[in-house]
Structures are given as structure tokens and as C-alpha cells.
């Protein structure tokens, strides 16, 4: 269902890699709102991924490739994407997350610290380097909206999600850090909102991803929270409705964060 919660709005999604991506179904969503959109992703990504099927979804939206950790790729997308938009943007979306360590099999206690650099660098640091890229070059209006995808790892231990629960405290700590600096400076707003498990490929790479999955769709009162939810809530926090909302991180999970343990999970015990 469409509300125009975004007509004339202009963004940036990052991360859309297949049709299971968070980032696919916000681009759908936001130009769904009426809103324009630039698409990116890292070159690499470009060529394995499906991003041109989304793009021609998209009102035919231009796809400019940035690995997110090089400040030359962020300054050439923001300013390509100001130059198509012919003016400032209004939202992006940060759905950025790879950790080596997961992907190689190295455990959180014997990790590998040139891939635990780059798990910090890719699934955290280049939130930063986006927010610092947008505002050296003013390419964001005031009362623009950034918005980056968390986990509740980053507030409590999950085992096989090794480094990326780091990575996530970081950038959990660095929107609250620049959202401060971004709202003074300009007026923009800079939040993570932490999602439930969702089967996507950066998420089904996490070891053990299938049962963690299942206990949280058990421990929370409304179920797991699926990605096109994500995107709802995400349309929500790019809109004016919610532009007092700054340096925060929102629990997007069917009330997975503040439930302790719940009777479908008790119940597998008493058996
Ligand atoms: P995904 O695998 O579809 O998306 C991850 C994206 O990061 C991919 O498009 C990939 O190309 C991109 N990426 C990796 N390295 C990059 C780089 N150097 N530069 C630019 N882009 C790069 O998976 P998903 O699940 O949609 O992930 C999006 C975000 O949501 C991530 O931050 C993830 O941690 C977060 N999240 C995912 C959950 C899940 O269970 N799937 C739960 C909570 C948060």
C-alpha cells in the first residue's frame, strides 16, 4: 500500500545484492512512496549480483558502483547521484555487512586480525566513511535521514556471529557519535535500526543461522520481523513523520530485545 511518504524525496540504497536483500525490498518500497533512488554496491557485487533486475524496477534507477570502504568510490557516487538527482539527497540506506572471519571459518577466539580489520572496516567504518564523504561534499539536505541495518549482537553475545557483533556495536556507537555532529551541523538524522534474523546471504552465512532463526521466531511475541517489514519501518524513518528521531538504535524484532524467555521455548525444556 502506497502513501507518497516520500514523493520527491531522493536517496541512496546501498546493499541490494538478490531479491532476499533488505536494501532490494527498501528500493522497492521507497520508489514505491515516490521516491527517486540511486542504487550501489560494490563492483564485485555488481557483477555477481541481480541489481539491474531491481534497477529496471526502479524507474529504470542508475546503479553506481562503490566498495564502501574507499572514500574516492563514496566522493564519485555522491557526486554522480547529486549530479542525476540535480540537487541534494534526502535518505540512504546502509545495508553493508561482510566479516572474512565468518566467511573462512576462523572462531571469534582464533581470529584472524587482517579479516577482523576488514570486518570492522566493511561492516562499520564505511558508515562512517559515508556520513563523512556526504558531508565534505553537502550533498545531504537538512532534515535528510541516514539510516544503517544492526543486530542485537551488538548488545549481547551470539555464538557464531563472531567478529560482525563488534562490527555492530561500532556502528551502533558511530551512528549515535555522527548523528550528534550531522543533527548540530545540518539538521540530519542518523539511526541503525536492528532487525530480527532475516535468510538472506549475508545472514545465512552466520554459523548456525537456521537454529538462531527458529529461537527468535519462538522467543518473540510477533514473530520474527521479515525483510519487507524492515522496509516498512525503514520508509517510516526516511519520511518527515519521523524527523525528531536521531541517534538512536530501534529494535525492529516482534519484541525479540525485551522478552527474557518465552513459554514456546520454556515448554522444549520441560520435555
Ligand atoms: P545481503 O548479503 O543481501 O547484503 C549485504 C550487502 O553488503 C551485499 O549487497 C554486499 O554486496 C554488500 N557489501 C559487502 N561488502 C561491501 C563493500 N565493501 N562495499 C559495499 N557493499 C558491500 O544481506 P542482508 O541481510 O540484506 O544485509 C544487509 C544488512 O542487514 C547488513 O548490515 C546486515 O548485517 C544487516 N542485518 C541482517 C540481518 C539478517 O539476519 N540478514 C539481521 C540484522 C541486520
Known sequence: MANQLLSGKKGIIFGALD???????????????????VLSNAPVALRMG???????????????GADATSIPDLENLFNQATEHFGGKIDFVLHSIGMSPNVRKGFAYDGTNYDNFLKTLDISALSFHKVMQTAKKLD????????LALSYIAAQRTFPGYNDMGDAKA????????????YGFAKKVR?????????PT???????????FYGYAE???PLGNASAADCANYCITLFSDLTRMVTMQNLFHDGGFSFTGVSEGVVERFNQ
Open 50 to 64: 541481480t541489481i539491474k533486475e531491481l534497477a529496471a524496477q526502479c524507474n529504470n534507477a542508475p546503479v553506481i
Open 19 to 37: 531479491e532476499r536483500s533488505i536494501a532490494w525490498k527498501v528500493a522497492l518500497r521507497a520508489v514505491e512512496e515516490g521516491a527517486e533512488i
Open 139 to 146: 550533498a545531504l539536505n537538512e532534515w535528510a535521514s541516514v
Open 218 to 220: 519462538k522467543m518473540s
Open 170 to 181: 561500532l556502528l551502533e556507537s558511530i551512528a549515535r557519535s555522527f548523528g550528534y555532529s
Open 190 to 198: 542518523v539511526n541503525t535500526i536492528s532487525q530480527s534474523p532475516v
Open 201 to 211: 546471504t549475508a545472514g545465512s552465512g552466520v554459523a548456525g543461522f537456521d537454529g
